[in-house]
């Protein structure tokens, strides 16, 4: 299916690996042009050219720490003078570092906030004018299904995913009239280096092997595996798609099936 989407301009951040290279991957598969970002200067570069070289679509790779609020104002202005304005974001970070109350000390709240809500708004705000301008922009933001279902070991990412999915539902009512969608999408278990740092922190917190963490999250799902990116990804390129134009303030699991709630 085509979606329409052919030529679009896609900012993706977070993206030299995991989560975020899938959706950028994705994008670019439906030949997209697309601007990356990592706070690794070089690694994001390779990215960029690997998957420019995979796809046939025009990648680049730009260097950004988006928990600062001057990296995405640069990061923004660069995409702009290479590529043009973004009609396509996916918001993705780095999940800020586990723990429960207990062992977070209260100075590693605002840095999470930084990192996995205000660098959202800050994107977001500044995208939109254009898109508003145009008549037509696709916002897309990379959660968790701990908004969900809260996870007792990863208090920071669920405290500061939990916010942004309350302005992302806010601004969708607001946006729509502009043509523009704002959605957020929730991952579940997929193979990313999230999650072998979560399985190392439960290894040790449980004197298991991350090995063994990891067979465990296998045999929680009801699918018996762990997912992709490369899937994760493909949900993204469509709710960017043309097809997707009357989906917007929604949050879309893709989990497996890990979530057991109706709601």
């Known amino acids: 299916m085509d979606l329409g989407i052919g030529g679009k301009i896609a900012l993706v951040t977070a993206a030299s690996r995991g989560l975020g290279r899938g959706c950028a991957e994705q994008l670019a598969a439906e030949g997209c042009r697309v601007a990356i970002c990592s706070r690794d200067s070089d690694a994001v570069k390779q990215a960029a050219e690997t998957i420019s070289s995979r796809t046939g679509s025009q990648v680049l790779g730009f260097g950004a720490d988006v928990g600062k609020t001057g990296a995405i104002n640069r990061l923004l202005e660069n995409v702009r003078q290479s590529m043009g304005e973004p009609e ?108 072998d740092q979560l399985a190392r922190h439960r290894a040790d917190q449980e004197n298991k092997s991350p090995d063994d963490i990891i067979r465990e999250m296998m045999l929680a799902n009801p699918t018996q595996t762990i997912g992709d990116p490369s899937d994760f990804g493909a949900a993204a390129a469509f709710l960017a798609s043309m097809q997707a134009r009357y989906i917007t303030g929604q949050n879309l699991l893709v989990d497996g099936g890990n979530y057991r709630g109706l709601l």
């Open 88 to 195: 396509i974001l996916v918001t993705n970070a780095g999940g800020p570092p586990p723990g429960t109350y207990a062992s977070t000390a209260i100075g590693e709240y605002e840095k999470a906030l930084n990192l996995t809500l205000m660098s959202a708004v800050h994107l977001i705000h500044g995208v939109t004018p254009a898109m508003k301008a145009a008549g037509w922009g696709r916002i897309i933001a990379v959660t968790s299904i701990s908004v969900k279902q809260p996870i007792g070991t990863l208090l920071l990412s669920n405290m500061a995913r939990a916010g942004l999915t309350g302005f992302l539902k806010t601004i969708a009512t607001e946006l729509g009239p502009d043509g523009i969608t704002v959605n957020a999408l929730l991952p579940g278990t997929h193979k990313t280096s999230r999650i």
